[in-house]
Nanobody, 124 residues
Framework: QVQLVESGGGLVQAGGSLRLSCAAS????????MGWFRQAPGKERESVAS????????WYANSVKGRFTISRDNAKNTVYLQMNSLKPEDTAVYYC?????????????????WGQGTQVTVSS
């Protein structure tokens, strides 16, 4: 079992930045694909970014390309999401998830473990 705990969310003005962290415990995540997802009120959960086990392959949703950066530190069992140039439409609960595979996947139902989420609110 992998337990995931997100942190770093908060309230920020448009154009600002936040860095989300996802700390894993219970198992090393070095063999897992890790992903960040978000869910806005009344909308489905969507994939934001994902990263392969060694950070060599990355995927980003078109809506965040050039603004968000996913990274990982396997020694610290932690994954990060650096979010720059935030927009009001980025407002959502952000979730970290782990996928026991080598393939970068974006489907919510493919991920095996989930954190509880952290709220990100961007004011205009």
């Amino acid at each position: 079992q992998v337990q995931l705990v997100e942190s770093g969310g908060g309230l920020v003005q448009a154009g600002g930045s936040l860095r989300l962290s996802c700390a894993a415990s219970g198992r090393a995540i070095s063999n897992y694909v890790m992903g960040w997802f978000r869910q806005a009120p009344g909308k489905e959960r969507e994939s934001v970014a994902s990263i392969s086990w060694n950070g060599g392959r990355l995927w980003y949703a078109n809506s965040v390309k050039g603004r968000f950066t996913i990274s990982r530190d396997n020694a610290k069992n932690t994954v990060y999401l650096q979010m720059n140039s935030l927009k009001p439409e980025d407002t959502a609960v952000y979730y970290c998830a782990a996928d026991d595979t080598t393939v970068l996947r974006t489907s919510v139902d493919k991920y095996d473990y989930w954190g509880q989420g952290t709220q990100v609110t961007v004011s205009s």
